[in-house]
């Protein structure tokens, strides 16, 4: 069975920092593309950044020059290290693994983080 567990997020003030971990189990974590994304409700999904399995990364521009997505195949984990975070970072931040297969592709989602920056 493949389960993402998220963890690391929390309250934090604007300017701060938090840095979210998503712990794979049931898959080899090395052959999945692995991102994370957040969804404020009564809004999409929306994507933050991914990293393939061969260490290419992408942001949205939002992230850009703030976040940093990296993973470790050794520990089965991708992590988001979120710096300098604006009260419109609020969100539940969601693990993501994917890859392709001959008939289509396979997406599994963790349960998701809270994620607050207020002061």
């Known amino acids: 069975q493949v389960q993402l567990a998220e963890s690391g997020g929390g309250l934090v003030q604007p300017g701060g920092s938090l840095r979210l971990s998503c712990a794979a189990s049931g898959v080899i974590f090395s052959i999945y593309g692995m991102g994370w994304h957040r969804q404020v409700p009564g809004k999409q999904r929306e994507l933050v950044a991914t990293i393939t399995t061969g260490g290419s990364t992408n942001y949205a521009d939002s992230a850009k020059g703030r976040f940093t997505i990296s993973r470790d195949n050794a520990k089965d984990t991708v992590y988001l290290q979120m710096d300098n975070l604006k009260p419109e970072d609020t969100a539940v931040y969601y693990c993501?693994?994917?890859?392709?297969?001959?008939?289509?592709?396979?997406?599994?989602w963790g349960q998701g983080t809270q994620v607050t920056v207020s002061s």
């Open positions: 993501n693994a994917a890859r392709q297969i001959k008939k289509g592709s396979l997406s599994y």
